[in-house]
């Protein structure tokens, strides 16, 4: 069973304009949610997290939301850049001495000029 | 800092052969983690090292694998036999144990023919 779901494969925005990618997750003991960006033959690069205590967190250009109630998090990239294309994974994590991330399949965003 | 470094990049290899591939994380972080992420998937966790005791493993590590962190620092992932369904991109990620956030390497690109 999946734990962390990224329901929308592809997401195509025009430049300037808000993207936003959703996450959903089963678990309500997780502690720590995570946004990760890829691009093609490299790793994944941090973007931003947030804590269960918190239902918002900014940080330049992108905030990510926490909906405990719903189990969901969305991260709004505003505005979007042409750079910003790439696969957005988002991940969960127990925290504490639990070490490991949980990912979701992640959503292609295609930002277009 | 030079962030997380995986050698080698890229490795094609035959079926059965034995490969090995080199972690080096961020120099001051104790924790170390391996994942394996497939086409169309997230990164799935292997395995992780607090310094160098090995402190989880998952079900996903099977005993053709093994992974060491003999001295605390660098790390290597070893799998015996390889098969063709171990074609995937193998990434390494460091932490502080004090913190969440993973930071991943480049990967290494396991191509088993």
């Known amino acids: 069973d999946q734990q962390v779901k990224q329901n929308s494969p592809s997401l195509s925005v025009q430049e300037g304009r808000i993207s936003i990618l959703n996450c959903d997750y089963t678990?309500?003991?997780?502690?720590?949610f995570l946004w990760y960006k890829k691009y093609p033959a490299e790793g994944p690069t941090f973007l931003i997290s947030?804590?269960?205590?918190?239902d918002k967190n900014e940080d330049g250009r992108f905030t990510v939301f926490l909906n405990k109630s719903a189990k969901h998090l969305s991260l709004h990239i505003v505005p979007s850049q042409p750079g910003d294309s790439a696969v957005y994974f988002c991940?969960?994590?127990?925290?504490?001495?639990?070490?490991?991330?949980?990912f979701g399949k992640g959503t292609k965003l295609s930002v277009k000029p | 800092d030079t962030g997380v470094s995986q050698d080698p990049r890229h490795k094609i290899t035959k079926r059965g052969q034995n490969v090995t591939f080199r972690c080096d994380p961020i120099?001051?972080?104790?924790?170390l983690y391996w994942y394996r992420q497939t086409l169309g998937q997230g990164p799935e966790f292997l395995t992780y090292?607090?310094?160098?005791?090995?402190?989880?493993k998952s079900r996903l590590l099977s005993d053709r694998f093994s992974a060491e962190r003999p001295k605390g620092s660098f790390s290597t992932l070893e799998i015996q036999r390889t098969e063709q369904g171990d074609s995937a991109m193998y990434l390494c990620?460091?932490?502080?144990?004090?913190?969440?956030?993973?930071?991943f390497g480049p990967g290494t690109r396991l191509t088993v023919l």
């Open positions: 678990n309500s003991m997780f502690d720590y």
């Open positions: 090292f607090q310094n160098e005791a090995q402190l989880e």
């Open positions: 120099s001051e972080h104790n924790r």
């Open positions: 990620a460091s932490s502080l144990a004090t913190e969440i956030t993973q930071y």
């Open positions: 991940a969960v994590t127990y925290g504490g001495s639990q070490g490991n991330l949980i």
């Open positions: 947030i804590s269960s205590i918190k």
